[in-house]
């Protein structure tokens, strides 16, 4: 069964740090490209953050750049999400997906993306 798995989001307060997980199951995650979305309540998905196939490339949002970072463990079928200096605005629901692209507008997912159930993130004081 094709499967991922989000993990690793919780309650933290502003300028702390939370390190999400999505691992794969049914197929080897090193052979995809790889993306993670968000989405908060009355907010379009927003792409975050993605790492190309090979990890040759990687994009971040403006609005998390210097703070987040993407990385995969090909041995444990998963890819990371490093948080740092989280703020209040990135509280949403966090996703990982494969095979997104990116667009002039930013990360896209693909049409028949594969979606975990998501793992949430809050931010607060």
């Known amino acids: 069964q094709v499967q991922l798995v989000e993990s690793g989001g919780g309650l933290v307060q502003p300028g702390e740090s939370l390190r999400l997980s999505c691992t794969a199951s049914g197929f080897n995650l090193d052979y995809y490209a790889v993306g993670w979305f968000r989405q908060a309540p009355g907010k379009e998905r927003e792409g975050v953050s993605l790492?190309?196939?090979?990890?040759?490339?990687?994009y971040y949002a403006d609005s998390v750049k210097g703070r987040f970072t993407i990385s995969r463990d090909n041995a444990k079928n998963t890819v990371y999400l490093q948080m740092n200096s989280l703020k209040p605005e990135d509280t949403a629901m966090y996703y990982c997906t494969i095979d997104p692209i990116l667009g002039p507008s930013g990360a896209v997912p693909a049409s028949d993306a594969i979606w975990g159930q998501g793992t949430q993130v809050t931010v607060s004081s």
């Open positions: 790492l190309s196939t090979g990890d040759v490339s990687t």
